[in-house]
């Protein structure tokens, strides 16, 4: 990563082999994202989409407790219509979510609210045994306004989705594994190991691919005709690469492709 980074005091921010790891770091509030929070990680997000190097990102929090135990409380009891408006959360959550490289979620521990829309807005999502997922905001007089409403029901079924926002209720990591809200579970004291080696699975692909494949995966949410038209382009695209004639050739060859991202 460049050496002119920022400073930061909410997260941590690790770059090797061309995999970012950014770990959420408010022990004191069990890793509750305010607007430090917030601000932290579009400038994380920023320094690592600039680096060419990078090819996969993910992100947790410090601890066994908590990846995120939600939106700060404190603060959201301040806020009024003007800053829902603002879209705080969901504006940055929709940045990962459009983040061009693919990103992972290694959640340990609580995942409730905010934080939990945080681990959907990931592609993927690895748990700890301990992990739990929740949203309970109608609890607190609001609703999951950060991408639960529209991303829970494409993962989970619009049915459980109803199900988890109007109850509110935590369910454990085996029942978000068995509803399709998580890819793995892992034990704890693997869970970053887990990532990283899924990470590292993904950063040997073509770089290019992966980035077409993402915004292929985005169109197709807005149906068939827009998934098609969005795959037939990005193949296009990819057909005239040196990458693509690289992958080709070095399977043809039986050895590893050398991508360069061109």
Partial sequence: MSPRRPRFRSIRLESRDGIVVVTLHRPEARNAINLEVVNELRAALDLAVRDAGTRALILTGAGTTAFASGADIRELLRRRAIDALRGINSSLFLEIERFPLPTIAAVNGYALGGGCELALACDLRIASESAR????????????????TYRLPRLVGAGRAQELILTGRIIDAEEAL????????????????????????????????????????????????????AERLAQAILFETADKREGMTAFLQGRRPRFKGR
Avoid: C, M, S
């Fill in 133 to 148: 997922f929740g949203q309970p905001e109608v609890g607190l007089g609001i609703i999951p306004a950060a991408g639960a």
């Fill in 178 to 229: 068995r509803i399709g809200l998580v890819n793995h579970v892992v034990p704890g004291n693997r869970l970053l190991e887990e990532a990283r080696a899924t990470a590292a699975l993904i950063a040997r692909k073509g770089p290019l691919a992966l980035r077409a494949a993402k915004l292929a995966l985005q169109a197709a949410l807005h149906g068939p005709d827009a998934g098609h038209a």
